[in-house]
T-cell receptor, first 112, second 114 residues
Framework: AQSVTQLGSHVSVSEGALVLLRCNYS??????LFWYVQYPNQGLQLLLK??????LVKGINGFEAEFKKSETSFHLTKPSAHMSDAAEYFC??????????FGTGTRLQVFP | SQTIHQWPATLVQPVGSPLSLECTVE??????LYWYRQAAGRGLQLLFY??????ISSEVPQNLSASRPQDRQFILSSKKLLLSDSGFYLC?????????????FGQGTRLTVV
């Protein structure tokens, strides 16, 4: 069965600093990978996804992620953090046409 | 365009009372439907998913049940709530039969069992 592990339940950065949120997956078949963002008391919004093709995926709000099969990773990055990036971020995996399985989330804090 | 509606937004219920949360999707047919629960510090746990009317898969044994009486309606229920049922419940849908398709989420229901 597939799964994802998000390293670090909390990440703090200064405004303007690099954001790096880590996600590693486990899957016996080629996975589809997703990053979602959740603002307080709201549903989840898709940031980006990897299906096939280019391994560097660009998403909304300046975020991007790179699929690295050799490392079984799909880390999320943003070159320069903004205060509005403070939220909870979830990595998810699916295979074939199956359901999405989510990680435990990483809460991002951005300090001025 | 497709939209998903989930209600109520917040709910406070006593222990032992019944529960019914409803979710409907507009603008698409035969979607996959999901119920997730988010508890503090535990991420997003898949509770139920459905690929069609009357077809429900349960992911974890618990005090809850789900039903899909119509193509775009998904209901989460309990006969007697427990304190441990408190959490943030999210309904979601995705396109059926499409590999790599993302899920689209409702705004969630904050359930507090007292």
């Amino acid at each position: 069965a597939q799964s994802v592990t998000q390293l670090g339940s909390h990440v703090s950065v200064s405004e303007g600093a690099l954001v790096l949120l880590r996600c590693n997956y486990s899957s016996s078949v080629p996975p589809y990978l997703f990053w979602y963002v959740q603002y307080p008391n709201q549903g989840l919004q898709l940031l980006l996804k990897y299906t096939t093709g280019a391994t560097l995926v660009k998403g909304i709000n300046g975020f991007e992620a790179e699929f690295k099969k050799s490392e079984t990773s799909f880390h999320l990055t943003k070159p320069s953090a903004h205060m509005s990036d403070a939220a909870e971020y979830f990595c998810a995996v699916s295979v074939n046409t199956d359901k999405l399985i989510f990680g435990t989330g990483t809460r991002l804090q951005v300090f001025p | 365009s497709q939209t998903i509606h989930q209600w109520p937004a917040t709910l406070v219920q006593p222990v032992g009372s019944p529960l019914s949360l409803e979710c409907t999707v507009e603008g698409t047919s035969n979607p996959n439907l999901y119920w997730y629960r988010q508890a503090a510090g535990r991420g997003l746990q898949l509770l139920f998913y459905s690929v069609g009317i009357g077809q429900i898969s349960s992911e974890v044994p618990q005090n809850l049940s789900a039903s899909r009486p119509q193509d775009r309606q998904f209901i989460l229920s309990s006969k007697k709530l427990l304190l441990s049922d408190s959490g943030f419940y999210l309904c979601a849908w995705s396109l059926a039969g499409r590999a790599g398709t993302e899920a689209f989420f409702g705004q969630g229901t904050r359930l507090t069992v007292v």
